[in-house]
């Protein structure tokens, strides 16, 4: 059964830093496209980054580019997201999900992790 | 705003049938694949629909998808309470530097 777990949010003041974490099992995590995928209150889902099977291509949504790092440990199964300079609009659930076979649909989700930017 | 565009909220009786609506242009919808989620409230997302009307293993065929033109239809029959929820739907777009744009969402209430 393929699982993903997420890990790591929190409340955090502005400016501040989170490392979120998704611990994949069930499945070969090195054979695919991961993604971070956020909803904030009252609004829809936004997709946040994009890693590629080793690493090597990596994509951001623009409104994250220069604060936030994806990376991955295909070793350990694990997904991360580093998020610094957070802003208060960066408040969401945030959920890895894996790329599917073909583009344009991920097939499987976490539960989300909630990170809350407040002063 | 998003470019897909989602009714807000649609609602039904339980056995009824609903349909969402997701409305693009030929950027995306028009010419690219479409998936359909669903999430209940406190959930993880679950994909119900991939490639405009294909169904993952493990989703009933009570629901079903389909494109015409520049909008793609989700169908959801024999309407369950368990099927309330906030469904999105889902694309890409060559004029965007975008892995996937997700409709609005929209609310399905089983009244």
């Known amino acids: 059964e393929v699982q993903l777990v997420e890990s790591g949010g929190g409340l955090v003041q502005p400016g501040g830093s989170l490392r979120l974490s998704c611990a994949a099992s069930?499945?070969?995590?090195?054979?695919?496209?991961m993604k971070w995928v956020r909803r904030a209150p009252g609004k829809g889902l936004e997709w946040v980054a994009n890693i590629n099977e080793d690493g090597g291509q990596i994509y951001y949504v623009d409104s994250v580019k220069g604060r936030f790092t994806v990376s991955r440990d295909n070793a350990k199964s694990s997904l991360y997201l580093q998020i610094n300079s957070l802003r208060v609009e960066d408040s969401a659930v945030y959920y890895c999900?894996?790329?599917?076979?073909?583009?344009?649909?991920?097939?499987?989700w976490g539960q989300g992790t909630l990170v809350t930017v407040s002063s | 705003q998003s470019l897909l565009t989602q009714p807000p909220s649609v609602s039904a009786a339980p056995g009824q049938k609903v349909t969402i609506s997701c409305s693009g242009s030929s950027s995306n919808i028009g010419s690219k694949y479409v998936s359909w989620y669903q999430q209940v409230p406190g959930t993880a997302p679950k994909l119900l629909i991939y490639e405009n009307n294909k169904r993952p293993s493990g989703i009933s065929d009570r629901f079903s998808g389909s494109k015409s033109g520049t909008s793609a239809t989700l169908g959801i029959t024999g309407l369950q309470t368990g099927d309330e929820a906030d469904y999105y739907c889902?694309?890409?777009?060559?004029?965007?530097?975008?892995?996937?744009?997700f409709g609005g969402g929209t609310k399905l209430t089983v009244l």
């Open positions: 889902g694309t890409w777009d060559d004029s965007l530097s975008i892995d996937v744009v």
């Open positions: 069930g499945f070969t995590f090195s054979n695919y496209w």
């Open positions: 999900a894996r790329g599917g076979h073909t583009r344009g649909h991920y097939d499987y």
